[in-house]
DNA sequence: AATGAATGAGGGTTCATTCAT
DNA sequence: TATGAATGAACCCTCATTCAT
């Protein structure tokens, strides 16, 4: 119902003047809103207006409110899990990776999505779609403990109980959208460098070999 | 489970026992369901309906719905400040006045009060109530700065952007009420230590000295 | 289910201490606020408050908020009919009449009843306790038209539709309770004398007879 | 009753018709509604049914129901205000003037309006409105006044107390609402000059001279 | 591609009324 | 006599959603 992208028909380089409003931009400005005032006191209308359009174009573009829920989630899952794979693809290291996982992921969080969605609210998406998010959630963190725990395996991190670590530092990341200020004095890139530190330091056996928070 | 009288006389229907509603009660469920489905999409039904009375009763006791969530707000900045007070009366040691502030907020949130309210989304209270709200939070973030940089003057913990860590240490506090299941293995206790050691190593200039997170 | 005046039992002179609510006092206190707020506007929580007791308590006197409103209009009713009665049976002057029933009337709504209801709204009141008033209404106003008409009959008054001037006057009346204010500095008396100069020379074929509104 | 194709091409389910619901037409439904049922016991409902729409759709053109009433009390005071204008615009005669006063008014607010809403309850309207309102009624009171005042300073008029004399009229003319009947056998021309004549004799010193009331 | 207009469902809040004490 | 506590019905208002244009 939404297909474009054909290449054929709509083509014609820039004639057709494109949409002020897409779907990106839908998601990201969605996405924004959502972080600061919580997606059930989010009404169409408040997203429709940070677009510069009525509610009723949104419809255009979307299937429903739920939709855009969906789709904000979808993509701050998206990010999330191609920074873990990006980290394992590029060194053995766990504390690397580590640091590789919340430099990606706070900089697109950050930097591209305005932001991602990522408190989920029971009900707040049907229960088909909230299982998929969720499922795709419980692999993230799986993936974030089995970085930890393979660390602990090495000796390179200590022994903890690595499901509470995981929890510790999702809570912090998911943190990050309720204060970040995208105008203030720190940067996405220092955030990011700082919380990696700072984390790997408290899982480090061997601590005093990285590099400190804050030289 | 409420029957007083034996059985004999009021048996039959009488089993009605006077309503145990008090505003204490009132709160702690508010907090529960409103941590779980969230403050918006969270109906006063379905707190009538978690207390066993009708909507209406709750205006008994309670002025608004604004009303309950700025209460549970206060309670759970009450307990967090208590936590820093008794922190800082018990010892001079920052780094053993976080191992406390961590203990006494995470057992109070999660075994008094079910799960405090954290979130505040903006619009969610009036303006008045809302800077009120807000400003003790910042006192609250303050005091914690505060232990952090004390420690980094003494040298107990390692130069770093105080600001970020204490975001980073509130955003996995703030996050446990969206995790933690009461009946699941992993007892408030266990958890507070757990977080404790996890931030405090992460601080710490000697972290070989601190107990290990799982010994 | 209210009888009292029995005599026999709680007799004792002024043993009782007679209690502090009386029908009398509810029914004052409650015509007051129906005018100043409106009977729909009304609560029975203003009532009580401003009788110095509870809205339950208010049940113990009468029977429900549509009782008030019907015995408020009975009085001022009462009150009417009564001004009109005394006022055919003093004088057969037809002008002479209409000054009688200016004054009783207006003076004891402002006076004794602190200003009756007046105003009827369609659906106030049930439609059995509805007809009964618009009916001592309609009759009320039949005696009125019957002084006019008969002024009119005997030369005394100018010809004219006697039911719109009845109308107009009764509009004049009604409208008091709107705008007087008892610690005002025209007393009731002066009022009603106004009232009935004005009109009554509305109506005089002779009216150089008639006094002056202000001497 | 509404049809206007004559039932050839559109008839079927085409008779819907653009739904002629205006601001226009919502004051004015709603100012019938409120003079019979009063303000506070009138539903949104009870307006939406009158006009043929939902509820919700009242919505889409009026902020409020307070901002009903007060959109109708600032059209009954335009009327009232003009025709004051227009009358000492077209003549110097006092008596003549309250003529032209009372026809306009009345005219207007029985043929235009279907009844301007007139009684305004305390508590009804926001205290900034109220002022407002109450602040334009006391203006439009103040020039009823200037006129009787004229009148008696050149000896057209009796000596009186204009306030009460103009709280007598304004009594009378806001009373029209409540007894009014569009179908029934008093145009609003009759009414009018009823009661203008009427209201006009009571104040001449020589109303000898004006037309009688019902020649 | 976009909008004005309309709607149904639901949520917060008030209030008359009841009842046990 | 009087009250605290509770309830059901109703009302105002909002909002996601639709549809004709």
């Not at 054909?6 to 409003?21: D, Q, S, T």
């Not at 005032?37 to 429903?64: F, M, P, Q, S, W």
């Not at 998911?174 to 990011?192: K, L, V």
Request: hydrophobic share 45%.
């Amino acid at each position: 119902m939404a297909g474009r992208l054909g290449g054929v028909a709509g083509a014609g380089k820039r004639a057709k003047a494109r949409p002020n409003v897409t779907r990106e931009r839908i998601l990201a400005e969605s996405a924004r809103v959502f972080n600061r005032r919580g997606y059930d006191a989010t009404t169409l209308d408040d997203i429709a207006r940070a677009l510069g359009v009525t509610k009723a174009a949104l419809y255009y573009y979307v299937e429903n409110k739920e939709d855009v829920l969906y789709q904000c989630h979808t993509k701050a899952l998206d990010l999330a899990t191609d920074a873990v794979q990006t980290a394992l693809a590029q060194t053995p290291a766990p504390d690397e990776q580590l640091r590789i996982v919340f430099r990606r992921y706070i900089e697109g969080m950050t930097d591209q999505l305005a932001g991602a969605v990522v408190l989920l609210y029971e009900g707040a998406l049907s229960p088909a779609l909230n299982r998929r998010i969720l499922d795709r959630r419980d692999a993230y963190e799986r993936m974030l403990r089995g970085i930890v725990e393979d660390g602990i395996a090495r000796g390179i991190f200590v022994p903890c109980d690595s499901k509470l670590v995981v929890f510790a530092i999702l809570g912090a990341l998911n943190w990050i959208p309720r204060w970040y200020d995208a105008a203030g004095p720190r940067a996405a890139t220092d955030i990011a460098t700082s919380f990696a530190e700072f984390f790997v330091r408290g899982l480090s056996t061997n601590p005093s070999s990285t590099t400190l928070l804050r030289p």
